[in-house]
């Protein structure tokens, strides 16, 4: 049998596979590293070499790679039962998780749909919203708005309601059209400016746009508090606050895309909690499962569930379906996971790893091409730009992010960036000298993606 190794299963991946987010030419130059085993926050490829995970496999991963508490459960469960169909069956993992979501949820959020992704939960939201106000006499509601930089999955509909011209531009003639609002994005407050006045005075635009169009409006859609793939903007919670109240005042639905921000990112379980709402829709995903298997769940309150309960014949039920919905397997891994969350204190421990990371990455704030580091919660984000005075961003072209991501696989670390925005986002399970190691690293890598 040929030994595996690093080069030899690159080459093999190369000439079959097609990955995701890639100009595959890249890797004519890049190389691909393939992963042979995961240990907490580290990655181990074939030829040995450790990176640690500082963005969570794609902010998937909470509580480490090959977590013996998840594994041990998902082994249990596939020994009993690994699938079936959610129509018409049910089975225990998918009960229990929807009694504990709905247990963990903003108040009011007491039905659970599933899905298998975080982009067909975003597809579900959208479609039970027009379907319920359809359902209820309103079907002049067609329309959603987003916020500019928002990001919510890569599904025709998904896509459409996000707002990041780079994965959007190309397909934007297969489109539906949404209205699309400012970002309370605070990275643009004028100097001076706090994060909550800035969010306030964003706020107005929406509130004109409801206020004008709310009758054909069926939603509002938010990331709350962060907007992650458009480069880990933030936002205050009083944002939210206007929102759902200006929802409720017009009769149009909040939709909370949590999928990223979920599970403890923020520093609160859910995001929406420290703007004290509840959304009409939840969405979860990755974190769900603690990155073990694909899972999405969709939150909704008992009036919206009331508006598809109907004899057969009215055609009102939301037949939305996929295959792998509320998957067993899935399903208990969530559930080991929000176990973990209860018997190790994760929020509280989270706030002391979030005040360290603060602290180890606060030097790069004076860094002559670092325009902000930003934080809410477990997210970090330190913005490259070309001239700090004038906030000149770098030409996308020079590609100075993937710069500092070729500098740190060298040195032993996965740091992923959007752009020129590199963030740490890494499973809870980090050490504050794992952190102080990474923050290290990320100003050694910065320092000569930047120089010249
Ligand atoms: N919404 C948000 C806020 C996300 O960050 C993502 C994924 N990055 C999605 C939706 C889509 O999830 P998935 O990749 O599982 O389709």
Known sequence: MTKLDNASLAARDLAV?????TQMKDHETLPMIPIRRGEGIWLEDFDGNRYLDAISSWWVNLFGHANPRITAAVRDQVEQLEHVLLAGFTHEPAVQLAERLVGLAPPGLDRVFYADNGSSAVEVA???????????????????VTLANSYHGETLGALAVGNVALYKETYRPLLMEVITAPSPDCFHREPGEDWEGYSRRRFADLERILAEQADQICAVIVEPLVQCAGSMRMYHPVYLQLLREACDRHGVHLIADEIAVGFGRTGTLFACEQAGVSPDFLCLSKGLTGGYLPLS????????????????????????????????LACRAALATLDIFESDQVIAANRRFAAVMAEAAAPLADHPHVAEV?????????????????????????????AVYRAALARGALLRPLGSVIYFMPPYVITPEELRWLARVAAECIDLATAG
């Open 126 to 144: 959208l479609k039970m919203s027009y379907h319920a106000w359809r359902n209820l006499g309103r079907p002049q509601k067609t329309r959603f």
């Open 374 to 402: 930003r934080q809410t919660g477990m997210i970090l984000a330190i913005e490259l730009v070309r001239d700090r005075v004038r906030r000149e961003p770098y030409p996308w072209q020079e590609r100075r992010g993937l």
């Open 297 to 328: 769940a969709v939150l909704t309150h008992a009036s919206i569930y009331a508006a598809f309960y109907d004899d057969y014949q009215r055609l009102t039920a939301f037949l939305h379906s996929h295959s792998y919905t509320g998957n067993p």
């Open 17 to 21: 596979l097609w990955h995701p987010c």
